[in-house]
């Protein structure tokens, strides 16, 4: 997981500021978690995954930024992160978004975490230059409808693009 995807792309989509507080959900064994910590100056990492191995495997690279205090990994759900209102600047959600249980209840919960004018990124294996695993995992046309009409319906300001190798929804509250 940690090398199939451009978490690099993302992170450039993402566009953290200086000071910014960033939630990741669904991190994974936490690449993109690594990315955050070493390329941008975000004051607070938080990551959610409902994975107490994802957790462990993320705490590893991130060990140092764990025992800083910089970055808190908390087992919980896209739709229900445990976070207070409107208490990040920036949302990443990366392959792991059609695993919600609820996706509706799930882009709810991202808009009621993100500050007004923050940023949410929700992205899908796909893309522009998919290679075997994206050209396999890659959604129904109707699915990332269904995604995309979803975060219309929560955020007043949403898009959907295509990174190298994945589907990218973005929205700002
Ligand atoms: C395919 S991995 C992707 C990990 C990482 N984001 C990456 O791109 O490498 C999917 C992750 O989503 C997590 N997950 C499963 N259900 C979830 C949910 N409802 N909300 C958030 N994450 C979830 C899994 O535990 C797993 O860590």
Request: include cysteine.
């Amino acid at each position: 997981m940690l090398w199939t995807n451009r978490q690099d792309e993302v992170l450039e989509v993402l566009d953290v500021r200086p000071g910014d507080r960033v939630l990741e959900v669904g991190f994974g064994p936490g690449g993109l978690l690594r990315l955050l910590v070493s390329r941008t100056e975000a004051a607070h990492i938080v990551g959610v995954d409902p994975s107490p191995t994802m957790r462990a495997a993320a705490t590893r690279p991130n060990h140092a930024a764990v025992r800083s205090g910089r970055m808190t990994l908390v087992l919980g759900t896209a739709e229900r992160t445990g976070l207070a209102d409107q208490s990040v600047d920036r949302v990443a959600s990366v392959n792991n978004v059609d695993l919600w249980s609820d996706l509706e209840a799930g882009m709810r919960e991202l808009h009621r975490v993100v500050r007004p004018g923050g940023k949410v990124v929700v992205a899908w294996h796909g893309g522009s230059s998919p290679g075997r695993i994206e050209r396999r995992l890659r959604m129904p046309e109707a699915k990332l409808a269904r995604i995309e009409g979803c975060m219309r319906r929560v955020f007043t300001d949403t898009a959907r693009d295509r990174l190298s190798t994945l589907d990218v929804f973005t929205a700002v509250r």
